[in-house]
Nanobody
Framework: QEQLVESGGGLVQTGGSLRLSCTASINIFSYNTMAWYRRPPGKERELVATVTNTAVTNVADSVKGRFTISRDYRKNTLYLKMNSLKPEDTAVYYC?????????WGQGTQVTVSS
């Protein structure tokens, strides 16, 4: 079984919203940091947002004011709430957790934003 599994991707129109989920097979408090990355078509993977176990968050300039990262410790789930989506947000989104000096990646979930 994979340690992290993403879900919630789909097809939306410009201006729409989605909430991505990343469920973990371990207590997510074990991850010192968690993050969302994305890989747009034909481009390199890029960092979207991070959150620490001290609740410090950071969001990339490209999505600032539109995306929010959060963790639900009871559900062992990382979220990415995405509002005001644009076609440039189209990408495969990946969840990352860093645990005991190692990085663990989810399989990715596709987000497509139509014009």
């Amino acid at each position: 079984q994979e340690q992290l599994v993403e879900s919630g991707g789909g097809l939306v129109q410009t201006g729409g919203s989605l909430r991505l989920s990343c469920t973990a097979s371990i207590n997510i408090f074990s991850y010192n940091t968690m993050a969302w990355y994305r890989r747009p078509p034909g481009k390199e993977r890029e960092l979207v947002a991070t959150v620490t176990n001290t609740a410090v968050t950071n969001v990339a300039d490209s999505v600032k004011g539109r995306f929010t990262i959060s963790r639900d410790y009871r559900k062992n789930t990382l979220y990415l709430k995405m509002n005001s989506l644009k076609p440039e947000d189209t990408a495969v989104y990946y969840c990352l957790g860093t645990y005991r000096g190692e990085n663990y990646w989810g399989q990715g979930t596709q987000v497509t934003v139509s014009s």
